[in-house]
């Protein structure tokens, strides 16, 4: 469980990457998708802006966390990039070079960019021996047959299931979910990609082992200067990983920020709401809850999405969407409050008198 | 724990295997509690540990294989003029029938699947309400059921949709708002908020603190999120492989675990403030309940274990006058081996250290 320190002296470099190094660029993702309209059979479809003008970028040996509920978009967001779904807009680039997103994905493209999911039962073929499993992405990322046998080998050592062949074997059953889901792993990282997005990697796993799948990742990350994304509804497990944080809110990012600044100073009310929301026995004295309607549902789609559960939202925030404002060290949010006071203090520090207003 | 008591429900030895003979797996062994009147239990474990089984167990509604093979569990029903005690194991049918929903009440984790995809919520109270008390009047069913509906932050017109229509934690709220409709002397909730956000768990929780200082009744809540339970509960039982490894107040159990496995689940979650460092949680895997390991079931991931964690497994026994239990051979005194100083009391630490 050693962490690599990043300012390591000499400059960690793998196949020719460099570390902290952009892999892979999303710009102004855009996702709609098309769903039934209210009203009948014959009622104008409605549609649904799953992710909105999302940009993120992933570096060599760093882990993006994206935080976010249910129904906010970021599983899509992760299928975006994995190029599962198609974007409606917006652009890709994998280290620098652009992605044609009308063309298919390629095999090339799944070789840099694999995709580990939730639930290791659902994604690993029960009939069949994880030997299998973990071979099949091998034969078809070319591999040589005869190099195809000791690669398992090597990644399910990888990730901590030794020895192999004890593993090999079996079938999924047989394995706990905290095993099945490093096997899960083992079979994202075979292929050698260079970057891992991981969807809720350890949601359906048992508490105990959870910890210990986490520090298998950001271990891979460090020792193969992977560019990790991790998606997860448990903040507290993205300020354990994450060397960036981003929330999302009905498709969009409202917060982001380097290391934990995101989760111990949140700016944005819906981030506020998020943390404050975190079972935390350490502070049950001064919990205060800010009151949100709870029969609110339904996005804002004009102005801020957050507006209708804001505690804080005025006329302004339910009539225009407000910009991304950065404070500090890449610490931005997506909030009129932040807006505003971010040009106050502006104003305030522009030297001699300025005529305001 | 105190023998002045008043209790609701009473447990003890009690056993549920699932299949018969020699393919028998015990999912809960020997559980034995008692919990007072209006007092929240909270049952925390990892999945495998029989904390859901030890729900439907008690309840009556475990299924086949599952088979409640030994045990008392008593249910103590009315009030003083018209108490007494019912025997749940040897209740009948009809006499199930008449004490569910009335004097115990379950939450299920999936109120999807609880609730009836066809029918109209309003219906689901409706024959809640109307089998219960058969004299009640339509309307004044209907009057119950908007009342009910407030009490949990829903809105009326709930009462005309369908359970698709309604968000997860709308739905959820609508089951506790069914579980508290006859006002039960019991609630059981089973990972009532896994499924859902931490907006959402946090309203609800809020929500069942206020209903229970109102109504008054009693709560096992159970779930893996141990910081949870610590907002929630008076008690903390915590399960491993059936057993109940370590039974505590609330926030005595999460300010000095003093069972190894308390210990490294509470090091299993990482925390929302401070210092970030590498933590650890507990190595190696739930274990598996057909094949257990001999002696004390955590033994293979526990870093005290000693020979005797090995060969025998340790009763759950009262330790510090009686304030809590604990089953652990560190805590044994015939075992001589020194407490760990993070499993040990801390005043208790000191004063070793001064004497």
């Not at chain 1, 990888?158 to 096997?183: A, I, K």
Request: hydrophobic share 40%; charged share 20%.
């Amino acid at each position: 469980m050693n962490q690599i320190p990043a300012n390591d002296a000499v400059v960690a470099t793998t196949n020719g990457i460099t570390r902290g190094e952009v892999i892979l660029e999303a710009t102004d993702l855009v996702r709609r998708f098309t769903a039934k309209g209210e009203g009948g059979l014959f009622a104008p479809k409605k549609t649904l802006v799953a992710v909105d003008r999302v940009s993120l970028a992933l570096r060599a040996g760093e882990v993006v966390a994206i935080v976010g509920e249910s129904g906010s978009g970021k599983s899509v967001l992760s299928r975006l990039l994995a190029r599962i779904i198609t974007p409606s807009a917006g652009t890709l680039a994998l280290r620098g070079t652009p992605i044609d997103l009308r063309s298919r994905r390629t095999t090339a493209y799944a070789n840099e960019v694999q995709l580990v999911l939730q639930d290791p039962f659902a994604s690993i073929n029960p009939v069949r021996r994880v030997g299998r499993s973990l071979e099949r992405p091998l034969r078809i990322h070319g591999t040589p047959k005869d190099q195809v046998q000791a690669r398992a080998y090597e990644v399910l050592e990888s990730v901590s299931l030794t020895p192999p062949q004890q593993y090999l074997d079996r079938f999924p059953h047989e394995l706990s979910g905290g095993q099945l889901q490093r096997v899960n792993i083992a079979r994202g990282l075979s292929v050698r990609p260079k970057v891992l997005l991981a969807d809720e990697p350890i949601s359906m796993l048992d508490v105990s082992v959870r910890l210990g799948v986490l520090n298998l990742l950001r271990e891979l990350c460090d020792a193969h200067l992977l560019a990790m994304m991790y998606i997860t509804h448990d903040i507290a497990s993205a300020r354990y990983i994450a060397d960036e944080t981003a929330v999302m809110y009905a498709g969009q990012v409202v917060e982001r920020g380097r290391g934990t600044v995101v989760i111990d100073a949140p700016v944005h009310p819906y981030t506020q709401l998020l943390v404050s929301s975190v079972p935390d026995p350490d502070q049950l004295t001064h919990q205060e809850h800010r009151a949100t309607t709870a029969n609110a549902v339904g996005f804002n789609l004009e102005g801020c999405r957050f507006s209708p559960r804001c505690p804080h939202a005025t006329e302004l925030c339910h009539t225009s969407e407000p910009p991304m404002v950065e404070l500090e060290d890449g610490h931005s949010a997506k909030c009129w409050l932040v807006a505003d006071a971010a040009q106050r203090t502006a104003v305030s520090m522009r030297p001699g008198p300025s005529s305001e207003g | 724990m105190t023998t002045s008591s008043n209790p609701v429900l009473e447990v003890s030895h009690f056993n549920v295997d699932y299949g018969v003979g020699a393919a028998a797996v015990r999912a809960v062994d020997n559980v034995t509690f008692t919990l007072e009147r209006a007092h929240v239990l909270g049952v925390a474990g990892e999945s495998g540990s029989g904390k859901s089984t030890l729900a439907y167990g008690l309840t009556r509604l475990l299924r086949a294989p599952g088979i409640i093979t030994g045990g008392d569990v008593h249910l103590h029903l009315g009030t003083d003029a018209d108490a007494r005690r019912m025997d749940l194991l040897a209740a009948s049918e009809a006499e199930l029938r008449a004490i569910r929903w009335k004097h115990i009440s379950v939450v299920m984790q999936s109120a999807l699947n609880a609730l009836n995809p066809v029918r109209k919520i309003g219906k689901e109270f409706d024959e809640v309400l109307k089998t219960h008390n058969r004299s009640m009047s339509k309307s004044a069913r209907k009057d119950r059921a908007r009342e009910l509906l407030g009490l949990v932050n829903l809105t009326p017109d709930r009462l005309e949709r369908y359970p698709h229509e309604l968000s997860g934690g709308q739905r959820q709220r609508v089951m506790i708002a069914m579980a508290l409709a006859l006002q039960p002397e019991l609630v059981i909730m089973d990972e009532p908020t896994t499924a859902l956000d931490v907006v959402t768990q946090r309203e609800i929780v809020a929500e069942l603190q206020k209903l229970r200082q109102e109504l008054g009744f009693a709560l096992i809540f159970i779930t893996h999120d141990l910081s949870l339970l610590v907002e929630l509960a008076d008690e903390i039982m915590v399960m491993y492989a059936g057993r109940i490894v370590e039974r505590a107040p609330a926030l005595e159990l999460y300010r000095g675990p003093r069972h190894p496995y308390t210990l490294g689940l509470m090091g299993s979650f990482p925390p929302l403030h401070g210092e970030r460092k590498v933590m650890t949680g507990i190595p190696g895997s739930p274990p598996n309940l057909k094949d257990l390991p001999g002696g004390c079931a955590f033994h293979p991931r526990c870093p005290y274990a000693m020979e005797r964690c090995t060969l025998e497994d340790p009763m759950l026994s009262p330790i510090e006058d009686g304030q809590r239990t604990v089953a652990c051979w560190l805590h044994d005194p015939s075992v001589s081996a020194a407490v760990p100083v993070e499993l040990r009391r801390k005043d208790a630490a000191l004063a070793g250290e001064a004497g």
